[in-house]
């Protein structure tokens, strides 16, 4: 069985994914961390050094990777992963566990706030800016993200709560 957990940056995919994989004895891949270790740079290094055009290339071709393997796995994806080439409909055929962890504006504003250093897409955008910026990001990406078959409201839910609710809903 594959579960894959997908939204905005910071709703706590790899979080959450770590919990749902421990509860089900299960591997759990971070996407980033995963594509991190092949390049041999982090995410932010290979955005920095590479560009964002060359991170997705390669992350289209790791989630393929990821999704062939056998076996059971939970995988966290990146907040722009389903957004990106055909990566939302490789996911969707790979299996119907498809969760999109979904959180509110404000909810997420205030979990990017002290992650900016390590987030990209965010680094340079002013605090005063961040709400705006996310809003607007989140509303674009929603779309895709919205795709998947499960919604899992986040909003005052703790981590195990959200492994439990997810290996509930898995086939």
């Not at 957990?5 to 709703?11: A, D, H, N, P, Q």
């Not at 992350?59 to 389903?82: F, I, R, S």
């Not at 955008?125 to 961040?130: G, I, K, Q």
Request: with cysteine.
């Amino acid at each position: 069985m594959k579960i894959i957990l997908l939204g905005y940056m910071g709703s706590g995919k790899s979080t959450v994914g770590k919990v749902v994989a421990q509860l089900s004895a299960t591997r759990f891949i971070d996407l980033d961390d995963y594509i991190g270790t092949r390049e041999g740079m982090s995410v932010p290094e290979i955005f920095s050094n590479k560009g964002e055009l060359y991170f997705r290339k390669k992350e289209l071709e790791y989630l393929k990777e990821v999704l062939a393997m056998d076996g059971n796995v939970v995988l966290a994806t990146g907040g722009g992963t389903p957004c990106y080439g055909n990566n939302v409909v490789a996911m969707l055929s790979a299996t119907k566990n498809v969760f999109y962890l979904k959180h509110g504006l404000p909810q997420l504003v205030e979990r990017l706030k002290t992650e900016k250093e390590q987030r990209p897409l965010i680094k340079n955008v002013p605090d005063a800016e961040l709400m705006e910026f996310i809003g607007k990001h989140l509303f674009e990406r929603s779309f895709f993200y919205n795709q998947a078959p499960h919604k899992i409201a986040c909003k005052a839910k703790t981590p195990e709560h959200l492994a439990q609710e997810i290996l509930e809903k898995s086939v």
